[in-house]
């Protein structure tokens, strides 16, 4: 079971939140070639040890964090809001 430390709420079951993916930087929107698009929405580098993602707290505060989670231990490190885009 993976505890989430929310900053808002206090540690929740992972459960309480939406999983939103690896978080990655952007490609700049008016010069990016159909190929990078299609590799920034599909292709994810699934990395053994510490990675940084995005979550959604849906039962709780309803906002937005990164977190900083090891993907063998499900250990978190870090959480912190989402930046606004």
Do not use: Q
């Amino acid at each position: 079971m993976i505890r989430i430390p929310c900053p808002f709420c206090g540690p929740r079951n992972a459960s309480e939140f939406a999983y939103k993916g690896e978080s990655k930087s952007r490609p700049p929107v008016g010069s990016v070639t159909p190929e990078a698009w299609r590799s920034y929405l599909y292709d994810h580098d699934n990395p053994e040890g510490w990675v940084r993602e995005g979550w959604y707290h849906r039962a709780g505060c309803r906002r937005y964090l990164r977190v900083e989670r090891h993907t063998l231990t499900n250990e978190v490190r870090s959480v912190t809001p989402a930046a606004r885009p």
